[in-house]
């Protein structure tokens, strides 16, 4: 069965630090461009990053720019969402996907995206 499970979420800090991991089962991820997209309440979930499925082209949403790192380890078939420098508008529940069309690039089109995780949830907060 196909799945991806997120992990790493909680309760930070404005200027705080959290590790988003993502694990796939059931497939292999390092076969798909992938991405992080959030959802905050009474919002539409929005593209954060995405990476492609080497790892060489990597695309973020102007929010998060140099504060957000996606990385991929395909042999751990892991993917990863460093995240510094938190705000409170970074408050959301956080989701992996795999691309279902991409893999030499990728996007942050969540039409793009076949296969989601659960999500996890992000409160940055004082």
């Known amino acids: 069965q196909l799945q991806l499970v997120e992990s790493g979420g909680g309760l930070v800090q404005p200027g705080g630090s959290l590790k988003l991991s993502c694990a796939a089962s059931?497939?292999?991820?390092?076969?798909?461009?992938i991405g992080w997209f959030r959802q905050a309440p009474g919002k539409e979930r929005e593209g954060v990053s995405c990476i492609s499925g080497r790892g060489g082209i990597t695309i973020y949403a102007d929010s998060v720019k140099g504060r957000f790192t996606i990385s991929r380890d395909n042999a751990k078939n892991t993917m990863y969402l460093q995240m510094n420098d938190l705000k409170p508008e970074d408050t959301a529940v956080y989701y992996c996907?795999?691309?279902?069309?991409?893999?030499?690039?990728?996007?942050?089109?969540?039409?793009?995206?076949?296969?989601w995780g659960q999500g996890t949830q992000v409160t940055v907060s004082s």
């Open positions: 059931g497939f292999t991820l390092g076969s798909y461009a």
């Open positions: 996907a795999a691309d279902g069309y991409r893999y030499y690039t990728c996007s942050t089109d969540r039409a793009d995206f076949a296969s």
